[in-house]
């Protein structure tokens, strides 16, 4: 059942007028620690400290100063895009202002908002790039300029303050208001017939669209969206797939192209095709989203092969040596996977977004949040080289994470979501309360009849796999409400207990999908979900060329990988050397999955092709430990690979 939603928009990046279930906010949903509550305190105490002095030092902010007092082009620093990268940076200090109401964070937003401000024209164009003497006019670029793409992600920031700090007297939502204005000025119905080569701006608009209840913003979205697929955009050595100006969006039957800007495009499409009903474009939307899902998708749910274009490959084709799987590729993946998931309520979306949190965004940020992977490779074949802190990476793919990137979209990416990942916890609908994703966490909420919902959640997941969801309030005999719990596609075997605070416990299976309590819960009333943590084999689809013949390990949501550094009992120093054992399983012991494995035989023949013959025949088998994906290169330079070839 599809739900119109009239209460006040939640604290959250999305809140969409209709849809099957409604997203619990900041406000209503608080993680409390764990997993990524660690990972959120790093990301509030160092990421964007580090983000904010990189954008000082690289230029980027002081490019809005020099905008206003006339020193551009001549002092310009950055690429043509580097003006949204302070948006994402603010968009993410304005989550963490509403998450922690940090004095220190507020006083920085208000003096980059201020710096901002100040460069807008009076038309509201905003640009440090475009427009002024010496630079190129505005609009002259739409293939790379990236200028709406760049007002995309200010009418994004402008978004979160306005749900995290409504009655702010910053400013922020009156510049984005400005700018939206002119956007629709230009490129309306009867302005010019083109698009951006960088989709995003489509979200921004139909968010702003949604706060500000303009529903011009809304249809210039729509526009947008319903440009592409026309050719508007020259042609290029990688084709229009490259910014989805080949097929219209309706048409496609997966994500193609860049996989960032596929993403954003999808889910700007997805915003449209509700906010509007348009079941068409949302059905169409579904299915790209189900091809690229089976057909397109790394195991660590990272999406995009090609590194030359940062793009998807053609279905099947995932080599995990050259794997790019960019960290905003899978920003973007959320984004629309949560859409999706809003819109439809099933769970396989919010699997995806799990398999996505756990093995990639958790994976860019070192665990001091100041550097990080911007592509993220599943087989890295030589040693990595230790980034020099003070310096900018000029490789999306380097070797090791790095502090600062020349194109450094990802960092602030990063920042923005683990501020704002409490808001994709959980959802509502009219009879219940969703918990989408595992962490301890406070939920509080008020369903549209006016039942009270609190309850916490206790759980050290993916340590173990034991929920512990505990209710807070005592309702009326007959004020029931649904609790649903995701169980995870991996879950197979997982149980569920319901323990009353003044009863006796009832059990059962719970199957992948999802399960469902209802009751009028008391205060202390207790559901628990089991979800079976044992290591697992996983073995790819046969029509992935690139692995086939090998295997990776999984525990919960977490994929594994094996690194040079822990293969000393093996006598190898490289993970080339070795195979799966016959047989082999995976354990756990001492707190670590361990794997048993066999060193491969070696030739120095002058050429690497021979007849066959099994390499590992008669070697001895020996254990070694694996690491989560999300670790890797933590302990100094290595190989590592995710898929590991079978011996035999």
């Known amino acids: 059942m599809t739900m119109q939603i009239s209460t006040t928009a939640p604290q959250a990046p999305v809140a969409p007028s209709r849809g099957r279930l409604r997203p619990l906010g900041q406000d209503e949903v608080r993680i409390t620690g764990g997993f990524w509550g660690d990972r959120q305190a790093v990301n509030a105490a160092d990421t964007f400290a580090h983000i904010s002095a990189r954008l000082e030092s690289e230029g980027w902010l002081p490019n809005f100063d020099l905008a206003v007092s006339g020193g551009l082009p001549e002092g310009r620093r950055g690429r043509e895009f580097s003006d949204s990268e302070i948006y994402k940076y ?129 249809e210039q979205a729509r526009l947008f969206v319903e440009r592409h697929g026309r050719g508007t955009l020259r042609d290029i050595e990688w084709g229009r797939k490259y910014y989805q100006d080949d097929v219209a969006v309706r ?44 057909r397109r998708t790394y195991v660590t749910g990272g999406q995009g092969s090609h590194h030359q274009d940062e793009a998807f490959g053609e279905d099947w084709e995932l080599p995990a040596d050259r794997a790019y799987s960019e960290t ?49 490779t599943l087989h890295q074949r030589v040693p990595g080289v230790a980034a020099d802190p003070d310096t900018t990476s000029p490789r999306a793919s380097s070797s090791l994470r790095a502090p600062w990137f020349e194109v450094s979209c990802c960092p602030p990416n990063v920042a923005r979501t683990l501020a704002s990942l409490d808001a994709y916890v959980a959802t509502a609908d009219d009879e219940g309360v969703q918990l989408h994703q595992f962490a301890p966490a406070a939920v509080r909420t008020t369903l549209p009849d006016g039942r009270a919902i609190a309850f916490d959640v206790e759980t050290d997941y993916p340590v173990s796999g034991r929920i512990r969801v505990i209710s807070r309030t005592d309702a009326a005999a007959d004020a029931e409400w649904t609790l649903t719990l995701r169980v995870p596609a991996w879950a197979a075997g997982a149980r569920l207990q319901v323990v009353p605070a003044d009863g006796s416990a009832e059990e059962w299976e719970a199957a992948p999908g999802a399960v469902q309590v209802r009751r009028a819960f008391r205060s202390g009333d207790t559901v628990e979900l089991d979800l079976p943590m044992a290591p697992r084999l996983t073995a790819p689809d046969e029509r992935i060329d690139a692995v086939r013949g090998c295997l990776v390990v999984e525990r919960g949501p977490e994929v594994f990988a094996l690194e ?9 120093d490289d993970v080339a050397q070795v195979a799966l054992a016959p047989g082999a399983t995976p354990v756990e012991r001492d707190g670590r999955v361990w794997i048993d494995v066999v060193r491969h035989g070696e030739s120095d023949a002058g050429w690497p092709y021979a007849e066959p013959v099994d390499a590992a025949r008669g070697a001895a088998s020996v254990a070694v430990p694996l690491v989560a994906y999300h670790e890797w290169a933590e302990r100094g330079p290595s190989t590592m690979r995710v898929w590991i070839p079978a011996a035999g």
């Open 90 to 218: 603010l968009e993410g200090l304005a989550w963490e202002i509403g998450r922690t109401g940090s004095p220190a964070l507020e006083e920085r937003f208000r003096a980059v908002v201020a710096r901002v401000a100040a460069a807008q024209e009076a038309d509201g164009y905003l640009n440090t790039k475009f427009g002024r003497p010496g630079q190129g006019e505005r609009w002259s670029d739409l293939e790379w300029g990236h200028e709406l793409y760049c007002l995309g992600h200010l009418f994004q920031a402008a978004v979160a303050r306005a749900r995290t700090r409504p009655d702010a007297d910053d400013g922020l939502l009156e510049v984005a208001r400005r700018a939206a204005d002119m956007v629709c000025r230009e490129f309306g119905a009867d302005g010019r017939d083109a698009i951006c080569g960088h989709a995003v701006v489509e979200v921004g608009l139909a968010e702003l669209a949604r706060v500000t209840g303009d529903d011009r913003y809304l």
């Open 564 to 572: 040079s550094v822990d293969l000393g009992a093996a006598g190898a």
């Open 328 to 376: 905003c590729a899978s920003v973007g993946s959320i984004m629309f996977s949560w859409r999706l998931l809003l819109a439809e309520g099933d769970p396989r979306h919010a699997d995806l977004i799990e398999r996505t949190l756990y093995n990639v965004v958790a994976t860019s940020p070192a665990p001091d949040g100041r550097s990080f992977f911007y592509a993220n």
């Open 251 to 294: 048409d496609a039957e997966a994500l193609r192209g860049h996989a960032v800007r596929a993403n954003y495009l999808a889910a700007g499409a997805a915003d449209v095709a509700v906010d509007t009903g348009d079941d068409e474009l949302l059905e169409a939307l579904r299915r790209q989203w189900d091809r690229t899902v089976a």
